[in-house]
């Protein structure tokens, strides 16, 4: 079989995704892979066909607006940069469709992908990576400077559901979808991001139902399947200058902000702060080392990349923005967390971590004494520990990314 899949967003996005193709691309099936040039090495190291979606500087770009990371007018931020490639994933969709054979396979945004399913009439699944993509009135997604929603009447939880979708949902991406829908000849829609962005054949929620279990208002056919997080094969190394820092002491923390995150200036500066009150090592993984400050003291460690699934292991604690691939990753190697969420679904991941009593979480504008005292408590918890240990077993046995190949195969 030949499958198309599109992954718009960050590493966060595109390596689940990649892990997914690798695996259908080891069962025999021809998979072309539709991501921004900067994941190029990343999807051919897997063994896929990447269609360049953009260039390497238009994915920088993208970065350096502040707004991506508001709390509030983070979703604004996403579109005007999504909009911007929204014909150009559609024309690559549709360009590399073989009719009979094609199936489609897209991540939350992948608007034009959805489009080109509908346009030609083929199959397509969507790939949702963290719940807070599934709107729900009777799981209310957290939101920053919200109370805990799901207490209230569940009547009233609808109304808030509609509200949300009429003001802050809709206005921002139903125009130019529907412009770019008419040039096409498809129809308007409305209820984007509550209805019409799940794929009516399937819908995936990467993720497991002790984290967020299936509600009765999701669409009718969606599943859940487990997080298709990193599972090392034993060939992996670390760099060796991590490698020997790991070695000369003991375990650090570890702290990051996001591969995409090109505004952390303050969150390193407190990360720094904690950890000399801490009297701790630390490794401060970012893309971005002008956010660091300067001078750094040789108990921490610098690095632009490093294989999550190789170094949590080996860490104290994970101190993080509360994306869910790394959340996932930290939860499958067992390690404690503090998630200090910015924006979009990290609110909602960072309150299912601490529900599930695997972390702890606060503002990443709050001071180092406060990340101290939680970066403490949630190290020294051992009921804390003893659910982290079994949720690691629960995710080593899911074997999420079989389970999501299974799924698309049965796709039809």
């Known amino acids: 079989m030949h499958y198309i899949m599109s992954a718009i967003g960050s590493a966060g996005d595109v390596d689940p995704m990649v892990r997914i193709g690798s695996e259908l691309s080891r069962r025999g099936h021809r998979v072309d892979f539709i991501a ?19 260039t390497v500087e238009m994915y920088h770009e993208s970065l350096r607006d502040p ?7 983070g979703f604004a931020a996403v579109w005007r940069t999504l909009s911007l490639a929204l014909a150009d994933e559609h024309e690559l969709a549709c360009r590399h469709l073989v009719k009979g054979e094609s199936r489609l396979i897209g991540t939350s945004l992948a608007f034009g992908t959805r489009m080109a399913g509908e346009l030609h009439g083929v199959p397509m699944a969507a790939v949702h990576l963290w719940p807070a993509c599934i709107l729900s009135a009777q799981d209310v997604p957290r939101v920053p400077g919200a109370p805990d929603l799901r207490w209230l009447p569940l009547p009233l939880r609808r ?22 829908r008419r040039g096409y000849g498809l129809p308007p829609v409305k209820h ?11 819908v995936i929620g990467a993720f497991p139902d002790w984290f967020a279990p299936r509600q009765t208002d999701w669409p009718p056919n969606s599943v859940t399947t ?58 401060f993984a970012c893309r971005f080392p002008e956010l660091l400050p300067d001078n750094l003291p040789a108990s921490v460690l610098s690095v632009r990349y490093a294989p999550f699934a190789l170094l949590f292991p080996r860490v104290g604690a994970v101190v993080h923005h ?26 909602d991941n960072a309150a299912r971590l601490k529900a599930l009593g695997a972390g702890e979480t606060a503002s990443p504008h709050a001071d180092a004494r406060a990340w101290v005292s939680l970066i403490e408590s949630t190290m020294a918890d051992r009921q804390g520990a003893d659910t982290r240990a079994l949720l690691k077993e629960r995710i080593a046995a899911a074997h999420a990314v079989e389970t999501i190949a299974d799924r698309l195969e049965h796709l039809a």
């Open 322 to 347: 509360g994306g869910i691939g790394t959340c996932a990753q930290a939860l499958a190697s067992g390690v404690p967390q503090l998630v200090t969420p910015f924006a979009h679904d990290q609110f």
């Open 226 to 283: 487990g997080f298709p997080v990193d599972v090392p094969d034993g060939s992996g190394q670390l760099p060796h200058h991590l490698e020997s820092f790991l070695s000369a002491g003991e375990r650090p923390l570890v702290f990051t902000a996001g591969t995409a995150m090109a505004h952390a200036r303050r969150f390193f500066k407190t990360a720094l702060d904690a950890t000399a009150q801490l009297s701790m090592r630390a490794v």
């Open 159 to 180: 109304l808030f559901m509609m509200a949300s979708d009429a003001v802050m949902l809709d206005p921002v991406c139903r125009a130019d979808l529907n412009r770019l």
């Open 36 to 54: 921004s040039p900067y994941f190029e090495a990343a999807v051919a190291a897997a063994g896929l066909n990447l269609i360049p979606l953009g």
């Open 192 to 202: 984007v991001m509550t209805r019409w962005m799940h794929a009516p054949e399937l």
């Open 67 to 73: 707004e991506l990371w508001h709390s509030f007018r």
